[in-house]
C-alpha cells in the first residue's frame, strides 16, 4: 500500500483504500465545495469547515452515504464582531462532548493576481487585512438527535463560549503577540512566514493548535494552551501559550487529530506551493504535557506515509479519523480538489481514505 523510495529517496505516496462521496445538496454553491480546510467526525455525523467563510457544514450517514446537509452559522452560537466576516476556519475537534472550533488568526495581505491589469497600488498592497474574525478559538456543545450529532448555544449548565474578540484580535492573539519566540512572525501575513494556525486537538483543559507557519530552524511548531470556562461559557487562557518543536524535515502543520493518546498531524508546505505532504504520529502525546514553559522542547515524530498531491490541485487540508466494522483509518479532504473529485450538479465532493497503520 505504501510504496517504495523512488531514486531521489521520497517515499511513493500511498494509495486510498477508497473514496468517501459528500453530498451538500443543491443549495450549495461550487465554490464551497473548493475551499474545505478542516473535518472532524463523531458517530455518523461529519463537519467540515471552509476557510473563506464564517459556517460548519454538517453531514450525516443515514446508510445511504453522506447527505442530510445542515449549515451551522458561527454567529447563530458566539457573540462574534461580525457574524459575516471570513473567519477562515482551519481546525475542528469534537470530543467529551463538545465541537472546537478553530480560525487561522493569520494576517493577508491583497492579491496581486486579483487586482484588473498587471499592476497594484503599493500602498493597498502592503494594507494588510484585519485579522479580529479570524481570531476564533471556540467550543460548542454536542447533542445527539435522531439525524445525528449537532451543536448547541446551550445545553443545561453547558454553554457555548470562546475566547474573547477585540480590536486588535483576541485573548490568544494577544499573547502570541507578546511571546518571545512567535511574536516577531504575528505582523507577517502567512504564506510568508507568518503566523498561521491549522490544526487543534483536545485532551482535557489541555488544546494543542498547529503552527502551519512560522517554521523555527526547520521544525514546526505545535502551540499548547491550558483553558478554563467561565459560568456563562466564556473561554479564558490559563497562563502563557506552551511552544514544543516537531521535527518533520521543514514542513508545516496542517491540521491535527487525537487518536487515542496519541497525536496524528498532517504536514505539508507552508507556502501555497505545491509540494509534499505527508501524515505522522505523536505516539502517547496525551501522556505527554508540557514540562517547562521556559524550554522549548524537539520531538521526533513517526512519519507514517506520504499523502499524494497535485500541481495546483488536490492539496490535503483536514482529517478526520473514520471507523466503520472495526477497522480505524482516516479520511484526507482536499482543498482545490482535482476535476475528477467534483460533481458539480450534484453538488458533492470524494475525499481519500487511508488504512491507518497500527
Sequence with gaps: MFGSSDNRGWPAPAR??????????????????KNFSAATRIGRSLFVAADERAAIERLSDAGDGWSDHRR????????????????DLEGLAAGEGWLWVLGSHARTRPKPEKEEGECIDLDRLCNLKDTRARCLLARLPLVEEAGGWLPVKADGKRRAGMLPQGKNGGALAKALKRDPLIGPFTGIPAKEGGLDIEGIAVCGDRVALGLRGPVIATHAVLLELEVETKKSGRLA??????????????LGIRDLKRCGDDLLILAGPTTALS????????????????QDRSKVRLHRTERLFDIPFGRGFDHPEGLA??????????????????????DR????IEADLFDLPS
Excluded: N
Excluded at 23 to 33: R, V
Excluded at 345 to 348: D, K, L, N, V, Y
Design 275 to 290: 509540494g509534499p505532504c505527508a501524515l505522522y504520529r505523536w505516539q502517547g502525546w496525551a501522556q505527554d504535557p508540557p
Design 321 to 342: 479519523l473514520w471507523e466503520e466494522e472495526g477497522k480505524r483509518g482516516i479520511l484526507v479532504i482536499y482543498d482545490s480538489p482535482a476535476k475528477d473529485r467534483l
Design 237 to 250: 487562557l490559563r497562563g502563557k501559550p506552551v511552544k514544543r518543536l516537531i521535527a518533520m524535515e521543514g
Design 72 to 87: 451551522l452559522q458561527i454567529g447563530d452560537f458566539l457573540d462574534v464582531d461580525d457574524d459575516q466576516a471570513e473567519a
Design 345 to 348: 450538479a450534484g453538488r458533492a
Design 16 to 33: 486510498p483504500v477508497a473514496r468517501v462521496k459528500l453530498h451538500f445538496g443543491a443549495a450549495t454553491d461550487g465554490k464551497l465545495l
